[in-house]
């Protein structure tokens, strides 16, 4: 995934190199973990943080399902995009599905896509409705499904790292690459097509343009949002992820890759690297985790930060759905 992500990052960098550092502003109540400061309202996923609960034999009384974002799938060469969380889960006892879709287009095509795999998730489970868990762009897939046929079918919406308010990223690559066709954007789609769609997808069937105007806060502020409320009988909540390409302030240093992408965020907006803090909170916010964009997921084979497991995250996740009814 890194390396996919390469292709719009370096053409980022031809324009204007990164930002030296990008070091949230201090506060004075902070504490220290592995010679990092960290903010305090980070919650702490790590070795140290709160334990899992015990081994439980009963599933959820709705099937989870997990959403990729933008550019992702599956499994790829055995690389799974929620890095093992759905064998971990499944040894939980939880029924766990990870479609995938369309990995770079609309959120009208990628939700169009889904939308007959969860009718048949439903089917072959006797379920009633779905818990859905998604991460980055699969957050606005599932907003939309929603509000277009399946208000009853899903009990809850977790989103991680959604750019609900959008992401400064398309201007930035809008500046830099222009609106219109070019040979970069058709590059990156035929990239995109032939790995990570396994050649079950044809570069003509992606649309990078589409996709990162649907991410852009124009839209989603002007059109997604006003014409996707949320439906009173779901139940709505959402994480953030913080990273700083020093680790200073949020306990995880950036990936690398993401570097390039902090120029278009303000030195004092806390973000994971492609999304800012606030634009990922919808409904119940329920904090924010050291971990870059990538890390929410925990690419690459587990590597995150030192305060943030994503296996037990996202078992922390699922046993509270129980524990809600869900």
């Given at each position: 995934m890194?390396?996919?992500i390469v ?5 980022c ?8 550092a ?20 980070i919650?702490?996923f ?17 099937p ?11 499994e790829i060469?055995?690389?799974?995009y929620f ?8 040894t939980?006892g ?10 770079v287009n609309?959120i ?9 795999i969860l ?7 006797g ?7 998604a991460?980055?762009?699969g957050?606005?897939?599932?907003r939309y499904l ?5 208000g009853?079918?899903?009990?809850s919406?977790t ?14 690559v809008?500046?830099v ?11 990156f ?5 032939g790995?990570?769609?396994k050649?079950?997808k044809?570069p ?6 589409a ?12 059109t ?7 439906n009173?009988?779901?139940?709505y909540?959402s994480y953030a ?5 020093t ?11 993401l ?8 030195l ?6 492609l999304?800012s803090e606030?634009?990922a ?12 964009h990538?890390?929410l997921i ?17 078992k ?5 759905l129980?524990?809600?009814?869900f």
């Amino acid at each position: 995934m890194k390396r996919l992500i390469v292709s719009l990052a370096a053409a980022c960098v031809l324009s204007t190199q990164a930002a030296e550092a990008n070091m949230p502003s201090a506060r004075e109540d902070k504490q220290e973990t592995n010679d990092i400061v960290v903010e305090e309202d980070i919650l702490d996923f790590g070795q140290s943080g709160e334990p899992s609960r015990s081994y439980r034999t009963a599933h959820s009384r709705y099937p989870l399902v997990f959403l990729h974002g933008f550019m992702g799938w599956d499994e790829i060469f055995k690389l799974d995009y929620f890095y093992q969380v759905r064998a971990y889960l499944q040894t939980s006892g939880y029924e766990v599905f990870t479609p995938a879709i369309n990995p770079v287009n609309s959120i009208e095509v990628r939700a169009r896509e889904l939308s007959p795999i969860l009718d048949h998730i439903l089917q072959v489970t006797g379920a009633e409705k779905l818990n859905i868990i998604a991460h980055s762009m699969g957050g606005l897939d599932a907003r939309y499904l929603i509000n277009h046929g399946f208000g009853d079918r899903i009990a809850s919406l977790t989103t991680i790292g959604t750019p609900h308010s959008g992401t400064p990223i398309p201007g930035l690559v809008f500046k830099v690459l222009g609106r219109g066709d070019n040979i970069l954007y058709k590059a990156f789609e035929y990239l995109v097509a032939g790995f990570i769609s396994k050649g079950q997808k044809r570069p003509s069937d992606l649309n990078i343009r589409a996709n990162l105007w649907n991410l852009s806060p124009d839209f989603l502020n002007e059109t997604f949002n006003p014409n996707n409320p949320d439906n009173p009988n779901i139940y709505y909540q959402s994480y953030a992820g913080v990273s700083s390409i020093t680790g200073w302030g949020t306990g995880d240093r950036m990936d690398t890759i993401l570097a390039p992408f902090q120029i278009a965020f303000g030195l004092s907006e806390r973000n994971d690297g492609l999304v800012s803090e606030e634009s990922a909170k919808w409904g119940r916010f329920r904090g924010v985790v050291s971990a870059d964009h990538i890390d929410l997921i925990g690419q690459l084979f587990g590597t995150t930060s030192v305060r943030y497991q994503h296996l037990k995250f996202y078992k922390k996740i699922a046993d509270e759905l129980v524990d809600m009814g869900f």
